[in-house]
């Protein structure tokens, strides 16, 4: 067609892209926004056993007004009315799944922090996983309160009681004064009175060692920690000792897993396979008593294999693996290794690990604790983890007995 043939158009359409999508993503926040208040004043209602404003027999609680949250959401920032009542604290699982994911956040930033990430890339990553741009001039800003909000966290009043206490420490590299050395963090996680773990403390050890646990336990004990009644760990470097100091009236038991390997140090790798079977058999014994007696076997194979200095060790050490046996049979393997606790570090490990040497012990204190924190959120923690009507049954069965 020739261009002389050709008509002008008329009127045409035009859409600007940028103006849909602004009008779009606002349209969708609106209703996410609305969405999220209706259920929480649902929630309330439902707390309350009556809606807003309704006379009722049933009514337990009222409403005293409400506060104003801003959530970061997949639709954007969304403001939110939480509800206030007067007699109850207002805990809704509706935003728990947000609460969760700004940990994660805090942590992610954190670890982008430590691992030297440009302020600009941390700009960028932020952006792109969550749709908030985080200014540069901000990010220092926003390391602080974390770290505030971990301090608070990790320094929070222990409520409750504990009986059963797991202690570990994770070894860590930081660069100080051009050198690299080692740094500890040492932990502590508690199976509360219903069953479920707990997160009790995170602490910079300087190096595991008595000096180092006896702070740290004190520590314990000074924010609340009360009802210990079994401590379980390695036989590190004064960890007993600092135990027996704090909590004299506590049951210490020595990780079998940990025992085996040091008795695996005085084996030939020839005869480990051998060896293992033959200690495993120790605590798979019904009761203490024949524990005991099958631990005198071993020692008298040990001794007729020439593994003197195997036998002397299990000789003398192996009563500290049995005091398990004073409690619940059902609890026996959970209590008998420190597992709960090695999964646990291994988990901070696989994190602080990208990092390499930290610049300081307090930044890799920050950063084990941030990753602790985050799983205390998950199923790890609203998981139950025992039955604890066990050890109530078991104590009024010796207080029957007693009388």
Known sequence: MKEDNMKPLGKVIRIDESEMRGHLDKL???????????????EADEMCQA???????????????????????????????????????????????????????????VQMYLAGVSVRRVEDITEALWGTRVSSGTVSNLNKKVYAHIERWRTQKIEGEYAYIYLDGIVL????????????????????????????????????????????????????????????????????????????????????????????????????????????????????????????????????????????????????????????????????TNNPMERLMKEARRRTKVVGAFPDGHSALMLVAARLRHVSATNWGTRKYMNMNLLKEQDKEHEYAAA
């Open 28 to 42: 969708v926040r609106g209703t996410v926004e609305e969405t999220l208040n209706a259920m929480l004043d649902a």
């Open 51 to 109: 809606q807003r404003y309704e006379r009722s027999a049933d009514r337990i609680d009222t409403r005293a007004g409400s506060y104003t949250r801003t959530l970061h959401t997949k639709a954007g920032e969304v403001s939110i009315k939480v509800p206030k009542l007067r007699k109850q604290t207002f805990e809704t699982a509706i935003i728990e799944r947000y609460r969760r994911r700004d940990i994660s956040i805090e942590e992610a930033i």
């Open 173 to 336: 590299k930081r660069s100080w004064g051009g050198e690299v050395k080692n740094v500890s963090v040492l932990a502590a996680i508690g199976v509360d009175q219903d069953g479920y773990r707990r997160i009790l403390g995170v602490c910079e050890g300087h190096k595991e060692d008595k000096a180092g646990w006896l702070s740290f336990i004190k520590d314990l004990k000074k924010r609340g920690l009360t009802g210990v009644r079994l401590i379980i760990s390695d036989a590190c470097l004064g960890l007993r000792e600092s135990v027996s100091e704090v909590f004299p009236e506590a049951d210490w038991q020595r990780c079998a897993v940990h025992f085996y390997r040091n008795v695996f140090s005085h084996v030939p790798s020839r005869k480990v396979r051998e060896v293992s079977a033959m200690l495993k058999a120790i605590h798979a014994q019904e009761s203490r008593e024949s524990a005991s007696k099958k631990a005198k076997d071993v020692i008298n194979k040990l001794k007729a294999m020439k593994l003197k200095k195997a036998s002397e060790l299990v000789e003398t050490s192996i009563d500290e693996t049995l005091t398990y046996y004073r409690y619940p049979s059902q609890h026996w393997l959970k209590l008998k």
